[in-house]
């Protein structure tokens, strides 16, 4: 194996590559677009909830009710219902994303220490958006109640020498702020390393098919194992160009420290491409244009994303399909990823996915050279 032979296929390969602009601007400004789509559009926070209110009581009590609503800095007010047929009417036009009904008698019950009873009602077409926003409406509703009964307590201090209570304190930790940029940006470099060299990789080799010239590269003395070694290098020097970038974007610009070991993400990142550099080879190897290659890419890239966790928890998955994303490259990359980024955690914690993503690398990178060698003989 010649060095040198090496050196000048990956040179040669990377002159192609930045010589046409179009591929530039795919390999370096697509991954920083992709991580503010990812940073801002894609989030799980959920602000500015449209709410109307239905306020059969008319009290001074349930005003300061729905004043809760609107000081959490979650909801905002948009309409006042006078009828319960108006209820329906700005549900279905979406108008409003919750309505909170509270009944006659509210300010009574409460005076006369009874239960009082409030109704929320939700647009439940984003199941996912409805249990958010229902989440934060419990929570105003226990500060609220809670605000009373400390009110009502405070009455009987002078009859009640001591009251027992118990104080809850939440603390959250990696993510205090509880940001989805925190959650979702570290996984765009898993998104980015994936997408980039499958694809290169796979066009790269099959280009070469298209054009004849894989054809006049065996008859020189270059081997099989230089060939491919020549078409995966550059594919790994960009994507770890596209990670630096992505890692630089995120902390200077969406403020995302990096709690753990920035060389550790750079190593274990190099133990992935292994991976997707070795199926870019095997796609290249049963696909005869690039077009059919740019097809095979995507038939294995959104089952990889889907079943990785990168945006839908394998927790909440059927059962099988749990099972199925063991055999998911990305699934422990992911991991890996939001290990290091957000928890600060070292190979002390992430040596079974290390050891894992290092089983598929090998295989499947020794399966595709092995491929890749005998088509070219």
């Given at each position: 194996?010649?060095?040198?032979?090496?050196?000048?296929l990956?040179?040669?390969?990377?002159?192609?590559?930045?010589?046409d602009?179009?591929?530039?601007?795919?390999?370096?400004?697509?991954?920083?677009?992709?991580l503010?789509?990812?940073?801002?559009?894609?989030?799980?926070?959920?602000?500015?909830?449209?709410?109307?209110?239905?306020?059969?009581?008319?009290?001074?009590?349930?005003?300061e009710?729905?004043?809760?609503?609107?000081?959490?800095?979650?909801?905002?007010?948009r309409?006042?219902?006078t009828?319960?047929?108006?209820?329906n009417?700005?549900?279905?036009?979406?108008?409003?994303q919750?309505?909170l009904?509270?009944?006659?008698?509210?300010?009574?019950?409460?005076?006369?220490?009874?239960?009082?009873?409030?109704?929320?009602?939700?647009?439940?077409?984003?199941?996912?958006t409805?249990?958010v926003?229902?989440?934060?409406?419990?929570?105003?509703?226990?500060?609220?109640?809670g605000?009373?009964?400390?009110?009502?307590?405070?009455?009987?201090?002078g009859?009640v020498?001591?009251?027992?209570?118990?104080?809850?304190?939440l603390?959250?930790?990696?993510?205090?702020d509880?940001?989805s940029?925190?959650?979702?940006?570290?996984?765009?470099?898993?998104?980015?390393?994936?997408?980039?060299?499958?694809?290169?990789?796979s066009?790269?080799?099959?280009?070469?098919k298209?054009?004849?010239?894989?054809?006049?590269?065996?008859?020189t003395?270059?081997?099989?194992?230089?060939?491919?070694?020549?078409k995966?290098?550059?594919?790994?020097?960009i994507?770890?160009?596209?990670?630096?970038?992505?890692l630089?974007?995120?902390?200077?610009?969406?403020?995302?420290?990096v709690?753990?070991?920035?060389?550790?993400?750079?190593?274990?990142?190099?133990l992935?491409?292994?991976t997707?550099?070795?199926?870019?080879?095997?796609?290249s190897?049963?696909?005869?244009?690039?077009h059919?290659a740019?097809?095979?890419s995507?038939?294995?890239?959104?089952?990889?994303i889907?079943?990785?966790?990168?945006?839908?928890?394998?927790?909440?998955?059927?059962?099988?399909?749990?099972?199925i994303?063991y055999?998911?490259?990305?699934r422990?990359?992911?991991?890996?990823?939001?290990?290091?980024?957000?928890?600060?955690?070292?190979?002390?914690?992430?040596?079974?996915?290390?050891?894992?993503l290092?089983?598929?690398?090998?295989?499947?990178?020794?399966?595709?050279?092995a491929r890749?060698?005998?088509?070219?003989?």
């Amino acid at each position: 194996m010649s060095i040198r032979r090496i050196i000048r296929l990956v040179k040669k390969e990377l002159l192609q590559t930045f010589r046409d602009k179009r591929s530039v601007g795919l390999l370096l400004l697509s991954p920083i677009l992709q991580l503010f789509l990812f940073g801002y559009a894609v989030t799980t926070d959920i602000n500015h909830i449209a709410t109307a209110v239905y306020d059969e009581d008319r009290t001074a009590a349930s005003r300061e009710f729905v004043a809760r609503f609107t000081r959490s800095g979650y909801f905002i007010y948009r309409q006042y219902l006078t009828a319960p047929e108006q209820i329906n009417e700005v549900l279905d036009a979406g108008k409003a994303q919750m309505v909170l009904h509270i009944p006659p008698g509210f300010a009574k019950d409460l005076a006369r220490v009874r239960e009082a009873r409030v109704q929320t009602i939700l647009d439940g077409s984003d199941s996912m958006t409805a249990r958010v926003i229902a989440g934060y409406a419990t929570a105003v509703v226990q500060q609220y109640s809670g605000a009373v009964m400390a009110e009502r307590l405070d009455r009987l201090r002078g009859m009640v020498t001591r009251v027992p209570a118990i104080e809850g304190r939440l603390r959250v930790w990696y993510n205090p702020d509880l940001r989805s940029a925190r959650f979702m940006v570290p996984a765009v470099l898993c998104l980015i390393l994936l997408t980039i060299t499958v694809m290169l990789t796979s066009m790269s080799i099959v280009k070469e098919k298209e054009l004849g010239t894989l054809e006049q590269l065996v008859v020189t003395p270059i081997t099989p194992a230089e060939l491919m070694l020549g078409k995966t290098l550059p594919g790994l020097l960009i994507g770890m160009l596209d990670m630096t970038f992505v890692l630089l974007v995120a902390v200077l610009w969406f403020r995302i420290p990096v709690a753990g070991s920035v060389p550790l993400i750079f190593l274990l990142s190099a133990l992935f491409l292994m991976t997707t550099l070795g199926l870019g080879i095997f796609i290249s190897t049963i696909s005869k244009t690039q077009h059919e290659a740019t097809l095979t890419s995507f038939f294995f890239i959104l089952p990889f994303i889907i079943l990785s966790g990168f945006m839908f928890p394998i927790e909440n998955m059927p059962r099988i399909i749990q099972y199925i994303t063991y055999a998911i490259p990305v699934r422990y990359f992911l991991e890996i990823i939001r290990g290091i980024f957000l928890r600060g955690v070292g190979l002390e914690y992430l040596w079974p996915q290390t050891l894992a993503l290092a089983g598929f690398g090998i295989g499947i990178l020794t399966l595709s050279a092995a491929r890749f060698s005998k088509r070219l003989g």
